[in-house]
């Protein structure tokens, strides 16, 4: 039976879609999902009373939303404004202030509080914490009581050479408990130039999140809104700024972000990192602009971070032709003039000699050349080195930048240096183009590292502009399982051979983990796999002299079936391979699905039954298909003579998902699940 699964066209789902919003100069533009606000209901405001309790949050014992919660942020505010003092200069002051409802004792730990600042050495670069006051409140039969912190219990703790931390604890905090603190921390703009991102989202529902900044037009931020629920509130308006001192007061623009209901975050399966997802507002500086004085300027453009790491001694310094380099060359020269095998040996030589520390890094640690006198270096050291060398054999190559998965997205419209921490290299070979990473032992030239495939890379081209490339991949996960054995009936006995092909990155994953191992670690681990089977006799195949080809396994085995009779036994042929339970559970989700690759899983099995015995009823084969080729699953069992067989293939041929399509893929891994977990009747013919 054959099944299509339609793409649903819905309306807008404002908490679905990505929001990345870029306010310049004080000019904003705003997504989609905002500029449906003009045609929302009016609003409601919320503006507590620091110190006052209402009844109804202490009557509270579970989130409206999210009965699991375990606490609610009922209010978190923060504001942030600039003035200037003689002593220090331009300093940015925040006051934050945040209220929680205690759920669960197991969140009864938020109640000790630590206030993190940073110690630059001197007066002018050093943070600092005031006003710190708190209240713990509690009902006492009908009435609510109120516990101040005590100014006492404030405690200022040396944690490093640059970093303090106040800490307190909030009185008397038990389950049903209201806690509420505020300070206020004042950072110079010369220890940093730029307010600390502000997440509108944490592991708890925030109820109302709040986030205020006034910036005079003497100072210019690029601000980035970015995440998967939309504001509340977004107000701008241009009000009189009073700095302290006369030649930059004058006006600035006032902004307000609010938003309400902003659901927990909870990693959801098949994400890069929580920070993709979040819902955040973060700023860079892009210039000062002081009367009377000359315009600074902060902010970058591709070109200029471009120019940035080709100046650095880390990074451009280290694309020099240095000796050894040219030793390689001339030893790989005399072998081969053919492009394509000077690519195989020069990145052979540097996956298999020069060993990766497992650090990343944008700029070289101690230096290429010293790299390859230890023999080890960083993911930098090893992928310039390797661009060198290609380079020094005529080979079109150049440095690529990226962000890792764990590290976070980069997006083209926001150039920031620090949005990468990753080097690997591009070579070109006619028309085609391969991305090189020698950090991987068992990789080879055209595949990068799972943690590395995360979005868009750039080129760093040693003249002319650098340009963006897709870090995606056509290389899957592909996983072959087979079974080939006799069943019998009478005692529930299944003995046979069992196969494993591993290809793409199911094989490097598998390199990588048994390799360096001791040779009985994989048959080790593959019985704890399969506790109720008996196996002995397993072989491998291909460890690692082909590394592009697949990684076989085989193996002798046998199981019991402790349910079975003479006259019928209930049956599952899909052994192994087996999809039991919807990966995909939630109801909804907010966040778009990421596989990091496309990815195959097969399962073949063929099962002989003894004379006299009959499958009862074979099942309809079945397939189905997402839309637009984006996936497949086929499945179907049938008998020839004595002979049971049944095949599953499940195929997904893209990485990402957006949550509009989390329906559709829910369906999908539903009939997977249902035939997966279909049993066969096999009976004794009478």
Same mark, same amino acid.
């Given at each position: 039976? %054959?099944?299509?699964?339609?793409?649903?066209?819905?309306?807008?789902?404002?908490?679905?879609?990505?929001?990345?919003?870029?306010?310049?100069?004080?000019?904003?533009?705003?997504?989609?999902?905002?500029?449906?606000?003009?045609?929302?209901?009016?609003?409601?405001?919320?503006?507590?009373?620091?110190?006052?309790?209402?009844?109804?949050?202490?009557?509270?014992?579970?989130?409206?939303?999210?009965?699991?919660?375990?606490?609610?942020?009922?209010?978190?505010?923060?504001?942030?404004?600039?003035?200037?003092?003689?002593?220090?200069?331009?300093?940015?002051?925040?006051?934050?202030?945040?209220?929680?409802?205690?759920?669960?004792? #197991?969140?009864?730990?938020?109640?000790?509080?630590?206030?993190?600042?940073?110690?630059?050495?001197?007066?002018?670069?050093?943070?600092?914490?005031?006003?710190?006051?708190?209240?713990?409140?509690?009902?006492?039969?009908?009435?609510?009581?109120?516990?101040?912190?005590?100014?006492?219990?404030?405690?200022?703790?040396?944690?490093?050479?640059?970093?303090?931390?106040?800490?307190?604890?909030?009185?008397?905090?038990?389950?049903?408990?209201?806690?509420?603190?505020?300070?206020?921390?004042?950072?110079?703009?010369?220890?940093?130039?730029?307010?600390?991102?502000?997440? =509108?989202?944490?592991?708890?529902?925030?109820?109302?999140?709040?986030?205020?900044?006034?910036?005079?037009?003497?100072?210019?931020?690029?601000?980035?809104?970015?995440?998967?629920?939309?504001?509340?509130?977004?107000?701008?308006?241009?009000?009189?700024?009073?700095?302290?001192?006369?030649?930059?007061?004058?006006?600035?623009?006032?902004?307000?972000?609010?938003?309400?209901?902003?659901?927990?975050?909870?990693?959801?399966?098949?994400?890069?990192?929580?920070?993709?997802?979040?819902?955040?507002? #973060?700023?860079?500086?892009?210039?000062?602009?002081?009367?009377?004085?000359?315009?600074?300027?902060?902010?970058?453009?591709?070109?200029?971070?471009?120019?940035?790491?080709?100046?650095?001694?880390?990074?451009?310094?280290?694309?020099?032709?240095?000796?050894?380099?040219?030793?390689?060359?001339?030893?790989?020269?005399? &072998?081969?003039?053919?492009?394509?095998?000077?690519?195989?040996?020069?990145?052979?030589?540097?996956?298999?000699?020069?060993?990766?520390?497992?650090?990343?890094?944008?700029?070289?640690?101690?230096?290429?050349?010293?790299?390859?006198?230890?023999? &080890?270096?960083?993911?930098?050291?090893?992928?310039?080195?390797?661009?060198?060398? %290609?380079?020094?054999?005529?080979?079109?190559?150049?440095?690529?930048?990226?962000?890792?998965?764990?590290?976070?997205?980069?997006?083209?419209?926001?150039?920031?240096?620090?949005?990468?921490?990753?080097?690997?290299?591009?070579?070109?070979?006619?028309?085609?183009?391969?991305?090189?990473?020698?950090?991987?032992?068992?990789?080879?030239?055209?595949?990068?590292?799972?943690?590395?495939?995360?979005?868009?890379?750039?080129?760093?081209?040693?003249?002319?502009?650098?340009?963006?490339?897709?870090? #995606?991949?056509?290389?899957?996960?592909?996983?072959?399982?087979?079974?080939?054995?006799?069943?019998?009936?009478?005692?529930?006995?299944?003995?046979?051979?069992?196969?494993?092909?591993?290809?793409?990155?199911?094989?490097?994953?598998?390199?990588?983990?048994?390799?360096?191992?001791?040779?009985?670690?994989?048959?080790?681990?593959?019985?704890?796999?399969?506790?109720?089977?008996?196996?002995?006799?397993?072989?491998?195949?291909?460890?690692?002299? &082909?590394?592009?080809?697949?990684?076989?396994?085989?193996?002798? !085995?046998?199981?019991?079936?402790?349910?079975?009779?003479?006259?019928?036994?209930? =049956?599952?042929?899909?052994?192994?391979?087996?999809?039991?339970?919807?990966?995909?559970?939630?109801?909804?989700?907010?966040?778009?699905?990421?596989?990091?690759?496309? !990815?195959?899983? #097969?399962?073949?099995?063929?099962?002989?039954?003894?004379?006299?015995?009959?499958?009862?009823?074979?099942?309809?084969?079945?397939?189905?298909?997402?839309?637009?080729?984006?996936?497949?699953?086929?499945?179907?069992?049938?008998?020839?003579?004595?002979? $049971?067989?049944?095949?599953?293939? $499940?195929?997904?041929?893209?990485?990402?998902?957006?949550?509009?399509?989390?329906?559709? %893929?829910?369906?999908?891994?539903?009939?997977?699940?249902?035939?997966?977990?279909?049993?066969?009747?096999?009976?004794?013919?009478?």
């Amino acid at each position: 039976m %054959l099944y299509y699964i339609k793409k649903l066209t819905l309306p807008i789902i404002m908490g679905a879609k990505m929001l990345v919003c870029i306010f310049v100069l004080h000019n904003f533009i705003l997504t989609d999902a905002q500029a449906q606000k003009a045609a929302a209901p009016a609003r409601v405001d919320f503006k507590p009373k620091l110190g006052v309790i209402d009844r109804a949050s202490l009557d509270m014992t579970a989130d409206s939303g999210d009965s699991t919660a375990e606490a609610v942020a009922l209010y978190d505010y923060g504001e942030v404004r600039f003035s200037y003092t003689e002593r220090v200069g331009i300093v940015m002051t925040m006051k934050y202030w945040t209220r929680i409802k205690i759920l669960k004792e #197991s969140a009864l730990d938020r109640a000790s509080v630590s206030i993190p600042i940073g110690d630059g050495g001197s007066f002018d670069q050093t943070e600092s914490i005031s006003d710190i006051s708190g209240y713990t409140y509690n009902l006492n039969g009908n009435n609510i009581e109120t516990i101040q912190l005590p100014r006492k219990s404030v405690v200022r703790e040396k944690v490093s050479d640059k970093v303090w931390n106040y800490k307190f604890n909030l009185q008397n905090v038990r389950k049903g408990s209201i806690i509420e603190y505020c300070y206020t921390k004042t950072t110079p703009l010369k220890y940093q130039d730029k307010p600390d991102t502000w997440t =509108f989202q944490g592991s708890i529902p925030f109820k109302w999140s709040e986030y205020k900044i006034t910036i005079p037009y003497s100072l210019y931020y690029k601000i980035t809104m970015n995440g998967y629920v939309p504001l509340y509130i977004t107000d701008k308006e241009e009000v009189s700024v009073s700095m302290g001192l006369s030649k930059l007061d004058g006006h600035g623009m006032s902004y307000r972000f609010v938003m309400k209901d902003a659901p927990a975050f909870s990693k959801e399966s098949f994400i890069t990192t929580p920070s993709d997802y979040l819902s955040k507002i #973060s700023f860079e500086l892009a210039s000062v602009s002081i009367p009377g004085e000359i315009v600074r300027t902060y902010s970058n453009k591709w070109e200029d971070v471009d120019k940035t790491l080709l100046m650095s001694a880390g990074f451009g310094g280290q694309l020099k032709r240095y000796s050894f380099i040219k030793d390689l060359k001339e030893e790989i020269s005399k &072998k081969t003039s053919d492009p394509a095998e000077k690519l195989e040996m020069a990145y052979a030589y540097i996956q298999q000699n020069i060993k990766w520390d497992e650090n990343g890094g944008v700029v070289s640690r101690d230096g290429v050349k010293k790299a390859f006198e230890n023999k &080890k270096g960083n993911a930098s050291d090893i992928n310039l080195m390797l661009t060198c060398l %290609l380079r020094e054999l005529d080979l079109d190559s150049d440095p690529v930048v990226l962000s890792t998965r764990s590290h976070g997205q980069v997006y083209e419209a926001i150039p920031l240096l620090e949005g990468f921490n990753y080097v690997v290299s591009r070579a070109k070979i006619g028309e085609k183009e391969y991305l090189l990473d020698a950090t991987q032992r068992y990789g080879y030239p055209g595949i990068l590292p799972e943690h590395a495939l995360n979005g868009i890379g750039r080129v760093i081209p040693d003249k002319g502009n650098g340009y963006f490339v897709d870090l #995606s991949t056509k290389t899957t996960l592909s996983k072959l399982e087979m079974i080939d054995a006799e069943l019998s009936p009478a005692d529930g006995t299944l003995k046979g051979n069992y196969m494993i092909s591993l290809a793409g990155y199911e094989a490097l994953r598998w390199r990588e983990n048994y390799l360096s191992e001791a040779d009985n670690v994989y048959a080790d681990q593959l019985k704890k796999q399969l506790p109720e089977w008996e196996i002995n006799n397993v072989k491998i195949g291909n460890k690692k002299e &082909k590394l592009r080809d697949a990684v076989e396994m085989n193996c002798k !085995f046998e199981v019991d079936n402790e349910n079975a009779s003479p006259d019928i036994l209930y =049956f599952n042929p899909v052994l192994v391979g087996r999809v039991g339970e919807n990966p995909f559970k939630a109801l909804t989700r907010i966040y778009p699905i990421d596989f990091t690759s496309g !990815f195959s899983s #097969s399962f073949i099995g063929n099962y002989k039954l003894p004379e006299g015995y009959y499958l009862e009823e074979t099942p309809k084969m079945e397939i189905i298909t997402l839309p637009e080729k984006a996936g497949r699953f086929a499945y179907q069992v049938k008998q020839v003579e004595n002979v $049971i067989s049944v095949n599953s293939m $499940i195929m997904v041929n893209k990485a990402k998902f957006a949550a509009e399509e989390y329906d559709v %893929l829910r369906e999908f891994y539903d009939r997977i699940v249902q035939k997966h977990t279909q049993t066969l009747v096999i009976k004794k013919k009478k």
